[in-house]
């Protein structure tokens, strides 16, 4: 499978090769991990084929089956999830909502991801006025409320697709940087790139040859954990009104719509919301798994890391 | 250590400052409040006149002195909506927050501690399991959907809890309970981790070689060597609880800072937002100093150079 991805890089491939088959032989043992496993490909299959498979049926309105109670198949197999008010099928559209709930959620941690890990290289690497300007920069925006900053800005830039990603991208940044940050400081005193230095690297490629590849793991856990945030930031978000605007929706969405017919019929708020519930519970079981499978060649880290640090 | 904490109050006030000049403009970017507050039909001369009582004819700038020049006398001037002092109706909103939210963030911090440890006494035991998958669910749980559910089953099918707004004891419990769940399980995870790297250090071997019992072992010895990275955790959630205070008090309907600062930029109310903005900036700042000195405190080795 993955293992065959043969690259060039000589030296540790025959290492790497061997922890590949030992994670997946991690991952077949723990039950919970695999299951999150394949629910989250079930998850990104229905986000990338959604619409395409079921698009008609996630709008399509049905007076017929208006506010259609859950469990029952007489209505077909689209309505075993009941529906809405308007009688659309809620496991279409759960499924068709995916795709708006997953890209959002992904632009925003790639862009965080990126944004944020390169201030924090450039502040952990140069540890001059640069690195006090982005540390102070971070700091404002941790201490401004990030839903009430949300808000702010997209009642300025209007409620877009674009908007939405760019206000939760801006929120998470500060993560990135002062993780970034302070596994640079530490990595860059290690003898290895002490030895780099000294051998005459410039700064740009000790920080690409030998510092990204030393942090990038702390980072792919801490995204993989921040995906499951962002999704639930942006869930309360369409919830308030201020997510991706009708006929666009996300399974936030979906629930803010169901809010008013919690009495008469629960069903309508009740499963999109377990929706992102189990998604963002794959998603942190996924990431507890990834950082176990990973701790033998991680452990110097836990152990080295200062307390004041992150 | 009183150099330190010089260093982290400048940085403070730094922040601070940048922070009252992207909330003044940002705020005034949402748009003008006089189409908001007066009828579509209303004459030029009285939006006019609404405008120059409220110093919006003046030029931005102009407007971002005065509004620094009554700042420095804490003057953060009156509410559009409400017509009464801004710090005001922060200050009043502000409590009802705060016990919602240090009440939440105790019980948090109590059960996760508590639970957290137990589990981490038998790694991969049962117990273990069922605190991870517990706490695994708790931290994946949206609190607007949590709210709905909880009143869906504790107030409209139970009836044992009100389904929203103020009074006695019965109205709190359902809005802390929302509040508790989401930092009680990211928090019951790191104590976890903590408390497992913590039982298998040396010094927990040589109190287990002397006989010292294990509950003082694991809640005296490990605990306090744990304690670090349960602290920042703590203080990440308690500063993110201003999050979920919105969304809580929305569904509830509690007079909080979150319901209060919501309502101002739908109506740019300027003066709230801004009073708002400030107050729990200062919370925030005041409670990362308190953090970084616990830290010292409950580790001598952190000397803050």
């Known amino acids: 499978m993955t293992m065959t991805l043969s690259s060039p890089a000589p030296g540790p491939a025959p290492a790497e090769a061997a922890a590949w088959r030992q994670s997946l032989g991690l991952l077949w043992r723990d039950k919970f991990a695999f299951a999150a496993v394949l629910f989250l490909i079930l998850v990104a299959f229905a986000a990338c084929f959604g619409p395409w498979l079921l698009g008609p049926a ?74 006090g300007v982005i540390l102070r920069l971070a700091d404002i925006l941790m201490s401004f409320p990030s839903l009430l900053l949300a808000m702010i800005v997209l009642y300025v830039l209007t409620p ?24 640079v400081l530490e990595i860059r005193e290690r003898t290895f790139v002490v030895a780099a230095r000294v051998m005459g690297a410039s700064p740009w490629r000790i920080v690409w040859k030998h510092v990204r590849p030393t942090v990038t793991p702390t980072l792919v856990t801490i995204a993989t954990l921040e995906f499951a945030f962002v999704m639930l930031s942006e869930s309360s978000l369409s919830f308030l009104g201020l997510g991706i605007q009708a006929p666009e929706f996300t399974w936030g969405a979906m629930v803010a719509q169901g809010q008013s017919y919690l009495g008469t019929a629960w069903w309508v708020a009740f499963w999109p919301g377990l929706a992102i519930t189990l998604t963002a519970m794959s998603l942190n079981l996924l990431a507890n798994w990834v950082r176990i499978a990973t701790d033998p060649v991680q452990r110097w880290r836990l152990e080295t890391r200062s307390p004041t640090h992150g | 250590m009183s150099g330190y904490v010089t260093t982290r109050m400048l940085h403070s006030a730094i922040s601070m400052m940048g922070l009252i000049v992207l909330v003044f403009f940002l705020a005034r970017l949402t748009g003008n409040p006089t189409d908001l507050y007066l009828p579509i039909d209303a004459p030029a001369e009285v939006r006019a006149a609404f ?13 971002f002195q005065t509004f620094l020049g009554n700042l420095v006398q804490f003057d953060f001037g009156n509410s559009l909506r409400l017509e009464r002092p801004a710090v005001d109706l922060v200050l009043q909103a502000f409590p009802t927050s705060l ?43 949206p609190n607007f959907w949590l709210a709905l559910v909880s009143v869906l089953v504790f107030a409209v099918g139970l009836r044992w809890l009100p389904t929203s707004g103020t009074g006695g004891l019965s109205y709190w419990i359902l809005p802390v309970m929302v509040l508790t769940v989401r930092p009680c399980g990211l928090l019951a995870q790191v104590v976890r981790g903590a408390m497992i790297s913590a039982l298998s250090s040396a010094y927990v071997k040589t109190a287990r070689a002397k006989g010292v019992k294990k509950r003082v072992i694991v809640f005296v010895h490990a605990l306090r060597n744990a304690m670090l990275p349960i602290i920042t955790v703590a203080g990440d959630q308690a500063s993110g609880m201003i999050n979920g205070a919105v969304v809580v008090e929305m569904i509830f309907g509690f007079p909080g800072i979150g319901r209060l600062m919501m309502e101002s930029i739908q109506y740019r109310d300027f003066a709230v937002i801004q009073a708002g903005v400030i107050v729990t900036a200062a919370a925030i700042f005041l409670l990362n100093i308190v953090i970084d000195l616990a830290y010292a405190l409950l580790d001598p080795r952190i000397k803050h150079a």
Do not use: H
């Not at chain 1, 109670?69 to 809405?84: I, K, N, R």
């Open chain 1, 58 to 131: 996630a709008t399509k309105i049905n007076l017929l089956a208006r506010n259609a109670p859950p469990m029952s198949t007489q209505l077909g197999w689209l309505y075993v999830l009941g529906a809405d008010s308007l009688g659309r099928s809620i496991l279409a559209r759960i499924i068709v909502g995916a795709q708006n709930t997953m890209m959002l959620a992904g632009c925003a941690v790639v862009a965080s991801l990126l944004i944020g890990s390169l201030l924090g290289f450039v502040a952990g690497y140069r540890n001059d006025w640069t690195s």
């Open chain 2, 99 to 141: 016990i919602l939210a240090g009440t939440a963030m105790t019980i948090a911090l109590v059960v996760a501690v508590v639970a957290g440890s137990l589990a981490a006494r038998n790694p991969n035991g049962v117990l273990d399991r069922f605190v991870n998958m517990i706490a695994l669910a708790g931290a994946s749980l």
């Open chain 1, 160 to 183: 877009g697709v674009a908007n939405v990603i760019v206000v939760l991208a801006i929120t998470r940044i500060p993560i990135y940087l002062r993780t970034t940050r302070a596994e």
């Open chain 2, 51 to 63: 405008a120059k009582a409220n110093g919006f004819d003046q030029p931005l700038l102009a407007q």
